[in-house]
Nanobody
Framework: QEQLVESGGGLVQAGGSLRLSCAAS????????MGWFRQVPGKEREFVAA????????YYTDSVKGRFTASRDTAKNTVYLQMNSLKAEDTAVYYC??????????????????WGQGTRVTVSS
């Protein structure tokens, strides 16, 4: 049974934009925090952004601040990641995550409760 389903990845030129979506269902629906990680081959999965239930004050890794915006529609159990001014180094598989703990604690952690299957983002330079 799928809990988190991502969509919106693809190929874009540097400087362009993409919007990722992640819909939660089943036991993952309504969970406190939802957000995004990314991973490139040979590297650990890294935190990108997270939004707590209130939707206020999303959390971001430094490298995406000012370019990415995370938001949440609690009525739809969906979290979004608007990615602008994309760079080649943003190329990765992006994973949606959900956890009972606040997004403020997600950086440096990967032991979260629920994960999506991943969606690939490729930024060409």
């Amino acid at each position: 049974q799928e809990q988190l389903v991502e969509s919106g990845g693809g190929l874009v030129q540097a400087g362009g934009s993409l919007r990722l979506s992640c819909a939660a269902s089943g036991r993952a629906a309504g969970i406190y925090a939802m957000g995004w990680f990314r991973q490139v081959p040979g590297k650990e999965r890294e935190f990108v952004a997270a939004v707590d239930w209130s939707g206020r004050n999303p959390y971001y890794t430094d490298s995406v601040k000012g370019r990415f915006t995370a938001s949440r529609d609690t009525a739809k159990n969906t979290v979004y990641l608007q990615m602008n001014s994309l760079k080649a180094e943003d190329t990765a598989v992006y994973y949606c995550a959900a956890d009972r703990r606040s997004g403020s604690s997600w950086s440096g952690r990967t032991n979260l409760e629920y994960w999506g299957q991943g969606t690939r983002v490729t930024v060409s330079s």
